[in-house]
């Protein structure tokens, strides 16, 4: 990808009017895979056409599925579940971790060579919270050192159902464990001592797949399958991406005069932890014509410009709002008094490290903080902000929230390169401008 950096000056006046942001990158990758596995013809509508979903089409397509675009539905034929064919080259998934890891768990139950890549960033994230439980199937998986791609997978044909608790608190992790279930003899259990996103298993059942659902009595979840397990073709509506919303909705919180709507945001309460964390900061935030779209829950979001104060984000909440702390992280920067924001561990091993990434893109605008292990304290309120060059190191979330960063400071902010935002919010910038953000 070609470089793009960007200057962002303070928004000359507030945020205003209706949008809508793109579809929810984990249901639109989910969607792919899982059509490709389905026995028929599936339309899915709202698709995020997001450099990292493309990557997900493209390695289905290479997997043998037919996957075509018709005006604003994608349509995918698909293989079945044991039905794959062996891809003739070497499948890039680009800067997607979702991606790379819920596929390692389609081929590990496909009895063919693949060959997986990605870009340096996910070149750099680990593979072996994936491979260590699948590797039990009786797929054998090569790694780079460290457990990293380019990874090599000889899928078997005669896959042991697992039974494995999640020792990171991970929805792809789940998710791959799940999907190489569906091709393995008898039930394959999961365990997860902190809630994930389930669009995993909301799906499947969607795709006719009975998933069983047993909430623990330590607030975990038990989750079982058994393969193998037949997918049917169905329709899937994505809601938009409320991980993409939150950006927008900060920046109007943090932009003096702004009130905006955002329509059709997907409210998963497993997704919605920012939209509550904002709400104890005092953000004006409420949701409106909540209902039930596609079978997951999505509704309208207003936001007004609000007076924000510090907060306490327990590590629990964490799971539901994991790729949102940048761009909270900024909020805090901007509010009156200290936030803490507990239990981050899992932002060390994103795109970038996000942990030390964030604290960075404070520090060299003016914003204190503190790392105390794996949470990070960040000193609100503390004086003209802004005037810092921000890296990026290929990770969309921190060049986002550089922009938000940029709008509401006193002086502008220089970010090194926004290409990587087209992995999951194509047209970010004019989106936000379309608001009156006025970034040039
Ligand atoms: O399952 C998914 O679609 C995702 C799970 C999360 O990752 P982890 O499973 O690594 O927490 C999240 O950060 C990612 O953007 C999407
Ligand atoms: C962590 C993210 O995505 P992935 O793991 O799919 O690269 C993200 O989108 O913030």
């Not at 493309?54 to 997997?63: C, G, P, Q, S």
């Not at 623990?216 to 169905?234: C, F, N, Q, V, Y």
Request: charged letters at 20%.
């Amino acid at each position: 990808m070609n470089q793009r950096p960007l200057n962002v000056s303070r928004a000359q006046t507030g945020l205003q009017g209706t949008t809508r942001v793109p579809g929810d990158k984990s249901i639109s990758h989910r969607s792919l895979m899982f059509a490709a596995l389905a026995a028929g013809q599936t339309r899915v509508s709202g698709l995020l056409e997001g450099e990292d979903v493309l990557r997900t089409a493209d390695a289905m397509r290479a997997l043998g599925a037919t996957i075509t675009r018709d005006g604003d539905n994608w349509v995918i034929d698909g293989r079945g579940v044991g039905a794959l064919s062996e891809p003739e080259d070497v499948l890039d998934m680009g800067n997607s971790g979702t991606a790379a890891r819920l596929l390692s768990g389609i081929l590990a139950t496909q009895p063919f060579l693949s060959v997986m890549t990605g870009d340096a960033s996910l070149r750099s994230r680990p593979m072996r919270r994936v491979t260590a439980p699948l590797s039990e199937t009786g797929a054998v998986f090569e790694t780079r050192e460290g457990g990293r791609l380019p990874m090599a997978v000889r899928g078997t044909r005669d896959a042991k159902p697992l039974h494995y608790r999640l020792p990171v608190a991970s929805a792809q992790v789940k998710s791959a464990v799940l999907l190489a279930g569906l091709n393995a003899h008898g039930e394959t259990t999961v365990e997860e001592p902190v809630a994930t996103r389930d669009h995993t298993e909301n799906m499947l059942r969607h795709f006719g797949v009975n998933v069983d659902v047993e909430v623990m009595s330590d607030g975990g979840r038990r989750i079982a399958l058994t393969g193998p397990a037949e997918l049917t073709a169905r329709d899937v509506v994505v809601p938009g991406d409320p991980s993409s919303a939150a950006f927008p909705i900060v920046a109007a919180l943090l932009v003096p005069g702004s009130d905006i709507l955002i329509t059709g945001v997907g409210l998963n309460p497993l997704r919605t932890g920012l939209f509550q964390t904002l709400q104890e900061m005092g953000g004006d935030l409420s949701i409106l014509n909540e209902r039930i779209e596609g079978g997951e829950a999505v509704g309208d979001i207003r936001v007004k410009h609000s007076a924000l104060h510090g907060v306490e984000v327990p590590s629990d909440r964490a799971p539901s709002m994991i790729d949102e702390y940048p761009v909270l992280a900024v909020a805090c920067a901007f509010a009156e008094g200290a936030s803490r924001l507990l239990g981050l561990e899992e932002l060390r091993v994103k795109e970038s490290d996000r942990l030390a990434a964030t604290v960075a893109l404070l520090n060299v605008n003016g914003a204190a903080t503190t790392v105390e292990g794996d949470n990070l304290v960040v000193h609100g309120g503390g004086g003209s902000l802004g005037g810092g060059h921000v890296v990026t190191h290929m990770d969309h979330r921190l060049a986002m929230s550089a922009v938000v960063f940029g709008l509401a400071a006193e002086k502008a902010v220089s970010i090194d390169d926004t290409a990587f935002i087209e992995t999951s919010f194509p047209g970010f910038v004019a989106l936000m401008n379309a608001l009156g953000a006025g970034i040039r």
